[in-house]
Structure formats: C-alpha cells, structure tokens
C-alpha cells in the first residue's frame, strides 16, 4: 500500500485546510461587526501554496514512485521538503506584498504559513477576498497554531527515524537469514 498520499487523501487533506479557513472566518464576523473598520487587535492569518502547485508536486512525486526512481519512504521525504518549500515562498510572497498593504505584521512564522497582523479589517478581509491569505483566526491562536506545528515537525521526524531504523533491520535479518544448514539429517522418515 502507497504511504503516499493518494489523491482521495490529498482531497481529504485539502478539504479539511478549506474547513479550518471556513473556521477562521467566525473571527471575520468580529472584524466586520466592529464598526469602526479600524482595529488595533492583531489576528493570526495563515498562507498556503497555489492548489495546482501542490497537485503538480503530487503528480510528479508519484510518476517517480511508479518510474522505481523514488522509494516510497524517499518520495514521503521529499514530496515533505517540496510542500515546505512551497509553504515558505508563498509566506515570502505574501510579506512582500504585505508591505504594500495597509497591514502591518507583527510576527511570522514563514515556514509554516502563519503571520500575526495588525491593521484595518477592511484591508484583511481584502486580503482574505483576494486570496492572499488562506485563514483568518484569533490573534491569540498564533502562538499555540506554531506550537502545534513544531510538534507536527518532531513526530514526523521521530517517526521518520523509526522508519529508518526499522530498515536497517531489515536489511540485517534478510542477510542473517540466509544461512544453509549442510547436514543430510531432516525431514527423513524411516521405514
């Protein structure tokens, strides 16, 4: 079985992102009911890469799997590393553009996505609108939303290490294994 993401888990997985925006949308009502337009409260917003960037990545990941270029564990690694990446410049993208808007960022986590911001509500819900941020949620969860992201990290790297280890015994049974025994004495029966 495929340890690979399979497209109905990659959907799954994109489904779930577009409901936890959905959910940061309930802090919208508060940007919008606020009345004055102009907030001082900072919000945590998140950023994630184009959609059709991380299908392409999919796709390509997966052609290197069935091509026996790529072992799964390798294509895990790297279809991680690549999705990091795109993380990170859509993060890059979006502090760029940022300071041409009327928000200002306070704190950034880019690999992950994620950003505290401060401004008017209507300029991040322009943002929001415009697709330039995925998410809008409570100013309080950005600390907690990195925490969970490192933990994310560490068990994947833990597990990753399991992984491998569990494949350096693999490889030492099967080598182990392999030993004849020369005797005649065995499964023989006598009449």
């Not at 945590?44 to 052609?63: F, G, H």
């Not at 993060?91 to 940022?98: G, I, L, P, R, V």
Request: charged share 25%; net charge negative.
């Amino acid at each position: 079985m495929s340890k690979l993401p399979t497209r109905r888990g990659f959907l799954a997985l994109t489904g779930t992102g577009a409901a936890a925006s959905l959910a940061g949308c309930s802090q919208l009502d508060s940007l919008t009911q606020n009345g004055s337009g102009d907030s001082d409260e900072a919000v945590t917003v998140t950023v994630r890469p184009d959609q059709d960037d991380l299908t392409a990545l999919q796709e390509e990941v997966q052609s290197d799997v069935d091509n026996n270029n790529l072992s799964q564990q390798e294509a895990q690694q790297a279809y991680r590393e690549r999705q990091r990446e795109l993380v990170a410049e859509a993060a890059t993208d979006f502090e760029e553009s940022a300071s041409e808007s009327e928000f200002t960022i306070e704190s950034s986590e880019t690999d992950y996505g994620l950003f505290r911001v401060t401004g008017p509500d209507e300029a991040i819900m322009d943002a929001l609108r415009n697709g330039d941020i995925s998410g809008i949620y409570p100013g309080e969860r950005y600390d907690l939303l990195v925490q969970q992201q490192q933990q994310r990290e560490q068990r994947q790297a833990m597990l990753e290490q399991r992984q491998q280890a569990q494949e350096g015994n693999e490889t030492n049974d099967s080598t182990a294994g392999n030993e004849t025994n020369d005797s005649d004495t065995g499964n023989e029966t006598t009449e």
